[in-house]
């Protein structure tokens, strides 16, 4: 998948979502392309803090981040689907946009929560996508996906008051 293929997706998504004429009906849901590889997806999110740390952009705080980790699993079965960006995280970002809320729903993803990684497979390359210059974890989701499709372990942050939008345990948001 080309990245330019998703932002024009995105761009289009939005520009409809965004128009008069689709005020009145359902809103337009969008999700990553499924996966080309040959694994389940697994994936957990966690919210890290350093508490010896301060945060660098806010006085006061203790520095603390969102990760996904997408890794192959042995099996899916049992284990809930992992929804792309969560409908607050995604209403507040899209707000930014001038997007009215529920206009535009994030799907789900092909990877299952807490599902137990395929240890068959030995040990696996790890991948660090970092995004930065306000953009989000879920931003690299289907490129995640389809690395874990393929064998790799991929780990996803947002750095705190630097992602577009970063939400918490307890539906805390923060942008």
């Given amino acids: 998948m080309k990245r330019t293929t998703l932002v024009i ?3 289009a998504l939005l520009a409809v979502a965004a128009t008069p004429a689709v005020v009145a009906s359902a809103p337009v849901r969008f999700e990553p392309p499924s996966p080309t ?11 890290l803090v350093g508490k010896s740390r301060t945060d660098p952009w806010v006085a006061g705080n203790k520095r603390e981040l969102m990760i996904s980790i997408w890794y192959p699993a042995r099996k899916t079965a049992g284990y809930p689907v992992a929804p792309w960006m969560s409908n607050a995280a995604a209403d507040r970002y899209l707000h930014t946009l001038g997007v009215p809320p529920g206009k535009l729903v994030p799907g789900a993803t092909d990877g299952h929560l807490g599902a137990p990684a395929d240890r068959r497979l030995g040990k696996l390359p790890v991948l660090l996508y970092s995004p930065g210059a306000n953009a989000s974890r879920s931003y690299g989701t289907g490129v995640a996906e389809e690395l874990a499709n393929r064998g790799y372990v991929v780990v996803t942050m947002d750095h705190t008051y630097d992602a577009a939008v970063v939400e918490f345990p307890g539906g805390r948001v923060r942008n």
């Fill in 37 to 47: 590889g040959p694994h389940k997806i697994g994936t957990v999110a966690l919210h």
């Fill in 9 to 11: 997706g995105v761009v």
